[in-house]
């Protein structure tokens, strides 16, 4: 019997001078433990004087995570945050009732004659339903204060939560799994049997699982309970991501997540009628959609 449950093929979308593979939520499947959104940007090469520009908008109900392979972004928020994420480094910010946040290359970044890259992952994390009104806040983690674990020609960077005998000083509000592994050929990986909800995403090269092949832009989920073993096929590097399940559905509106379809309008309603706060020292805004 197979270990593995699904396999989901990422959808890509241009979000204008780059593109992402969209991996969740999924026709059929909308979480992965505590994981309602998975996205991976790029790898984009922009010219001189040229970047990502994510203008403020609003969220609610959910963590942000930014994790980045190449390039470098600057974060700012209607808490008063300026922090700028470089490779490796863990950028989480709790929604909660609601935030504003936006990114956005550098200023000496786009002046790089070489031109600026982009390249990571993005994801959101659902809080559980006893938080997802809580204080928004923001918090950045260096790479260095990751774990790192190495096995026989793999590197694992524990990004979030816990697993391989290790605990991320990340923060997180539910049973969560993420890591980040650099495979060289021929090397394997295991998941950790425990963790309820487990995926991986072949964010570079190819991985084997029971005798089938897996590319880039593909999250394999493997069934509960199961052994949970890849191998690389070349140098790769894999997201091993989940965690405890959700306490119930959730619902998707634009930027807001929450088990209430009436709080999902109620944040509409406040963005459109300018309640969220702003992001100090960026005025700019996306509107609704509808708008």
């Known amino acids: 019997m197979s270990a593995v449950a699904r396999v989901i093929e990422g959808r890509p979308r241009d979000l204008g001078g780059f593109s992402v593979r969209r991996l969740l939520p999924a026709s059929g ?7 309602i959104f998975f996205d991976h940007m790029g790898p984009a090469v922009f010219a001189l004087g040229q970047g990502v520009d994510v203008r403020p908008h609003p969220h609610i109900g959910l963590a942000t995570v930014t994790y980045l392979f190449e390039g470098e972004f600057v974060h700012r928020d209607s808490l008063g945050t300026v922090q700028v994420i470089s490779p490796g480094d863990v950028n989480w910010m709790v929604a909660g009732r609601g935030i504003v946040h936006s990114e956005r290359t550098p200023p000496e970044a786009r002046l790089r004659a070489q031109g600026s890259r982009i390249h990571g992952i993005q994801t959101w994390v659902a809080l559980p339903k006893s938080g997802e009104d809580v204080e928004p806040s923001f918090v950045h983690h260096p790479a260095s204060d ?66 089938r092949r897996h590319g880039v832009g593909e999250v394999v989920e493997f069934a509960t309970g199961a052994a949970a073993v890849i191998s690389a096929m070349g140098d790769s590097r894999v997201m091993a991501f989940g965690g405890a399940p959700l306490d119930g559905p959730r619902y998707i509106w634009w930027n807001f997540v929450s088990s209430s379809r009436e709080r999902l309008d109620q944040a509409k309603r406040d963005w459109r009628d300018e309640r969220f706060a702003p992001v100090p020292g960026d005025p700019e805004c996306i509107p609704l959609p509808e708008q």
């Open 29 to 35: 499947k909308q979480t992965i433990g505590p994981f």
């Open 146 to 211: 990751l774990p790192e674990i190495r096995y026989a020609g793999c590197v694992l960077r524990l990004i979030a939560g816990e697993g391989w005998g290790e605990r991320s000083p990340v923060a997180v509000s539910s049973p969560t799994m993420y890591a980040d592994a650099d495979l060289s050929s021929g090397a394997t990986l295991e998941l950790p049997v425990e963790v309820a909800e487990r995926g991986v995403y072949v964010a570079q090269g190819e991985i084997d699982v029971d005798g």
